[in-house]
């Protein structure tokens, strides 16, 4: 079972830019697909980007493909987040999931780091 600890999020102004990264433990990190989530106050988590197990194929939420790209470093069992041109409503608390590759779902997630973007 792996365990993901995500860090990086805080305080930036609207037009920045931002890293998140997750540190996955517990687990063969290359056997998962690797997604980032988020959920705004008042509003249901929503699938942000993911990326397949050798790391080569990505997908992204229309609302952000252009301005993040995620990326995934199989031999330290991380993931990334880069935000760029960050907006308002990307104000939520941000989530790394990992799937295993015989699973439709993601199972496992992390505790979750907050990003605030002010106007």
């Known amino acids: 079972q792996v365990q993901l600890v995500e860090s990086g999020g805080g305080l930036v102004q609207a037009g920045d830019s931002l890293r998140l990264s997750c540190a996955a433990s517990g687990g063969t990190f290359s056997s998962y697909t690797m997604g980032w989530f988020r959920q705004a106050p008042g509003k249901a988590r929503e699938f942000v980007a993911r990326?397949?197990?050798?790391?080569?194929?990505?997908d992204y939420a229309d609302s952000v493909k252009g301005r993040f790209a995620i990326a995934r470093d199989n031999a330290n069992n991380m993931v990334y987040l880069q935000m760029n041109r960050l907006k308002s409503e990307d104000t939520a608390v941000y989530y790394c999931?990992?799937?295993?590759?015989?699973?439709?779902?993601?199972?496992?997630w992390g505790q979750g780091t907050q990003v605030t973007v002010s106007s």
């Open positions: 990326v397949e197990r050798s790391g080569i194929l990505m």
């Open positions: 999931a990992a799937k295993p590759h015989a699973e439709d779902v993601f199972n496992y």
